[in-house]
């Protein structure tokens, strides 16, 4: 089956620096891959996505690259905020022909930015 | 307009109440889902209408009943929960199913059972 496994955290870094979090998926065929975001409280957020091998996803500062060599899916962000405290989760999407439908996720990575 | 609007945004139930979580969407989507999430944990999928057809149940306990009107409405009735039933329930909707593309999120209903 389907799955994605990406770094849980906390991730703790400081207002300004580089953000990379790890994202791997295990797919039978071609999926579209996404990050969502969830701020406490709330509900989860598209953030961006990417439907095909090197395309690149972004938004907010926030880009990923489908790299299907390596089955994976890294985010990154030049230069964090505070406000990008969040969790987030990568997922994915591929129709499977009478499986279970649904996004499959992974675990969710705690991103703590301070001040 | 991406959105998908959830009432009630908090509930408090007993264990011998019955109520009724609602969900509902304007894109045209024709597929919808019920996630249950708890704290610190991925959205767990319920259930999946297509067409206003149930097309997924993941084997979720009768006390959990949805429902789908017509294609912009989703309900997920609820009676007899126990505790452990509460939970962040979020609703989703894409434009179809099995076709690869991205779900959009309500903001979801924090349950708590009492």
């Known amino acids: 089956g389907n799955s994605v496994t990406q770094m849980e955290g906390p991730v703790t870094l400081s207002e300004e620096a580089f953000l990379t979090i790890n994202c791997t998926y295990t797919a039978t065929g071609y999926p579209s891959l996404f990050w969502y975001v969830q701020y406490p409280g709330e509900g989860l957020q598209l953030l961006l996505k990417?439907?095909?091998?090197?395309d690149k996803g972004s938004n907010k500062g926030f880009e990923a690259t489908y790299r299907k060599e390596t089955t994976s899916f890294h985010l990154e962000k030049g230069s964090v905020q505070v406000s990008d405290s969040a969790v987030y989760f990568c997922?994915?999407?591929?129709?499977?022909?009478?499986?279970?439908?649904?996004?499959?996720f992974g675990k969710g990575t705690h991103l703590i930015i301070q001040p | 307009d991406t959105e998908v609007t959830q009432t009630p945004k908090h509930l408090v139930m007993g264990m011998t109440n019955k109520k009724s979580l609602k969900c509902e969407q304007h894109m045209g989507h024709r597929a919808m889902y019920w996630y249950k999430q708890k704290a610190k944990k991925p959205p767990e999928l319920m259930f999946v209408?297509?067409?206003?057809?149930?097309?997924i149940n993941e084997s979720v306990p009768s006390r959990f009943s949805p429902e789908c009107p017509n294609s912009s409405l989703l309900n997920l009735h609820l009676h007899a929960l126990q505790p452990e039933d509460s939970a962040l329930y979020l609703c989703?909707?894409?434009?179809?199913?099995?076709?690869?593309?991205?779900?959009?999120f309500g903001q979801g209903t924090r349950l708590t059972v009492v």
């Open positions: 989703a909707s894409s434009r179809r199913q099995n076709s690869n593309t991205e779900a959009f």
């Open positions: 997922a994915l999407s591929e129709y499977s022909g009478g499986g279970a439908d649904g996004l499959t």
């Open positions: 990417a439907t095909k091998a090197d």
């Open positions: 209408y297509s067409y206003e057809k149930l097309s």
